[in-house]
């Protein structure tokens, strides 16, 4: 590809709104533009790049067994009502309907499309495993969309669904992917971290997260420092280890706490510590209120409550749902004399002369001993924080930033149930289909690949997924001698196999240099003031020393070069 006829509009200065750096110099070197709040355009040097992830993507799902297909990206409603999941995916669901008046979704993900396709055809055993991928555009309406292809609003994705007649064989699949994902990050050049983690809206009970190490990530993942334990913090696991307190509790008393209304507020009044103290909060779920209880030091996690109530939805309680429920308002709620379910941390449990809300206006209570005054469903309920025992019993848990690439998922029946997709097993019987799912956020793993691979002038591309192997710039383009050589160059490594970009282009050296250091091509050759002596420069974007290199040495030279990097 000559540069000159290349559609790359770069910027000079850095866009205002972009706070990733990844958005920035994507943005910067002309591989993309925005359209839209989270929605944007791949030009060619982008569109090479999300190819040869694809091609990656596509080559190890196939040696691992999968099928490709293309499954539609307007969804009917009906599909999705089976499930239940029309009314509780959420607004990020982007909903429309056609001049007939029938709704439709885009596709934010394609369980129930997939398993009405294999419904009809699936039927016996004899015909399973089955695992079918797809790469297409996936949508949601994220309430705020940024950080440029991290959170869009529209973005590339490949999915995957496998089908199997036995948990025995779904979990060999599962290994399989895992497997195969791990190949496929470590190809683009990441590094990674697949951790333990929630299935969210998709569903399902065994999941894991892949997730690329960076600053800018969205997600908590814990990790131990002495061994493989890693985990999202939503489901990073708290031991149980607190040794019950020695003093003897006292009698249960009423206190007034005036305007005091948290942890930290009542504490101070009375004189006692966060973690003498209980925390109460209030979830709604389909099931009807629920209290959560930690320690006052500690936070709940969302996530663990819902998955020990076995909700499908669970948010905040409403401070009208409160009072109704409590006849009291946050800040003073607390689980003595109610019959509301109760889920405790087993932290909660260890306490004795604890203080607690009384659900009564400025008053609480002291001497609270959760053994004696109140019955409690006790699980590990609280937010991992660094320092923590590991869960292995192997060192402590650290914190570090990820951003999340990929993750695979038990599905089990619960799509197969709902959208009675069965088969005969081998004594004729129908079966629910037992159900995997794999998926990969191609677009963002382009990001991702970005936030570890820069410096201060651009793009370091991993050689597998640079959008050229090699970056011949002529320095001179008005110099007939520089620019002969080049195209005689640029032809010979181009028959030899390599992509190539010639910089062509009748620019000042400082502007294409600052170009190639911007895009980032793994490889780059100057073709300047030697170029009557057959002499050019050779170097790699990633650093080391500029290499003077003749013109018949430099096949040679480039190969090991390259083969290095």
């Known amino acids: ?95 429309l309907t056609d001049r007939h008046d029938r709704r439709f979704a885009l596709g934010a993900t394609h369980e129930e499309l997939i398993t009405s396709l294999v419904r009809d055809e699936l039927n016996s055993y004899k015909k399973l495993p089955v695992n079918l991928f797809q790469i297409q555009m996936k949508y949601r309406d994220e309430r705020r969309p940024r950080f440029g292809l991290l959170r869009g609003r529209e973005f590339i994705m490949k999915d995957a669904y496998s089908f199997h007649s036995t948990q025995e064989s779904l979990d060999a699949e599962y290994e399989n992917m895992f497997n195969a994902y791990s190949n496929i990050f470590s190809r683009v050049g990441l590094e990674f971290r697949p951790v333990v983690a929630d299935s969210g809206a998709i569903g399902g ?50 206190v007034h706490t005036g305007d005091a209304k948290t942890i930290e507020s009542v504490g101070e009044y009375l004189g006692v510590k966060s973690e003498e103290s209980i925390k109460t909060v209030i979830f709604k779920t389909e099931q009807g209120l629920v209290m959560a209880l930690v320690r006052g030091d500690h936070e709940v996690n969302d996530i663990k409550l819902k998955n020990h109530v076995g909700a499908l939805d669970i948010t905040m309680a409403t401070d009208e749902e409160i009072e109704e429920a409590l006849h009291s308002k946050p800040g003073t709620l607390g689980p003595i004399g ?12 260890s306490l004795t002369n604890a203080v607690c809300g009384a659900n009564k206006a400025e008053t609480h209570y002291i001497h609270v001993d959760p053994s004696r005054d109140f019955a409690a469903e006790y699980t590990d309920l609280r937010f991992a924080i660094e320092g923590d025992a590991s869960p292995d019993g192997q ?11 990929g993750q695979v998922f038990k599905l089990g029946t ?4 709902g959208m009675n997709a069965t088969f005969l097993d081998e004594g004729g019987k129908a079966q629910p289909l037992i159900m995997g799912c794999y998926g990969i956020g191609v677009s963002r793993t382009l990001s991702a690949v970005v936030e570890q691979h820069y410096d201060e002038r651009g793009i370091i591309w991993p050689k ?7 970056h011949l710039i002529v320095v001179n383009a008005k110099n007939e001698e520089q620019l002969s050589l080049g195209e005689s160059l640029y032809a010979d490594l181009t028959k030899a196999g390599y992509s190539v970009l010639l910089d062509d282009r009748k620019e000042r050296a400082g502007v294409k240099f600052a170009d190639a250091d911007l895009i980032g091509v793994p490889v780059r050759i100057n073709v300047g003031k030697m170029a009557s002596e057959g002499i050019v420069e050779l170097k790699s974007r990633a650093g080391g020393e500029t290499q003077e290199v003749s013109q018949a040495d430099l096949a040679e030279r480039v190969r090991a070069l390259y083969d290095s990097l």
């Not at 030009?43 to 539609?72: F, T």
């Not at 065994?206 to 939503?234: K, P, Q, R």
């Not at 619960?414 to 149930?417: A, D, H, M, T």
Request: charged share 25%.
């Open 1 to 95: 590809m000559k540069q000159s006829k290349l559609f790359m509009p770069t910027l000079r200065e850095v866009p205002a709104d972009a706070e990733a750096i990844s958005h920035q110099l994507l943005l910067r070197a002309g591989f993309m533009r925005q359209n839209a709040s989270g929605i944007y355009s791949y030009l060619p040097l982008a569109k090479r790049v999300l190819s040869k992830i694809e091609g990656i993507v596509r080559e190890e799902m196939e040696n691992a067994g999968a099928q490709e297909l293309l499954m539609p990206a307007i969804q009917p409603a009906e599909l999705w009502e089976e499930t239940g999941r029309w009314d509780i995916y959420g607004p990020e669901l982007m909903r």
């Open 205 to 254: 009970k065994d999941t894991h997260e892949f997730h690329a190490l960076a600053a800018i990530g969205e997600d908590t993942i814990v990790y131990s420092n002495e061994s493989n334990y890693a985990a999202n913090l939503e489901m990073a696991e708290t031991l149980d280890q607190y040794p019950r307190q020695a003093a003897e509790p006292e009698a249960l008393e009423e």
């Open 395 to 405: 060192g402590i848990v650290q914190f570090a930033r990820g951003i999340e690439v």
């Open 414 to 417: 619960r799509y197969s149930e």
């Open 464 to 470: 597998a997924i640079a959008p050229f192997d090699i």
């Open 338 to 349: 109610t019959d509301m379910r109760i889920v405790a941390d087993y932290a909660v449990r």
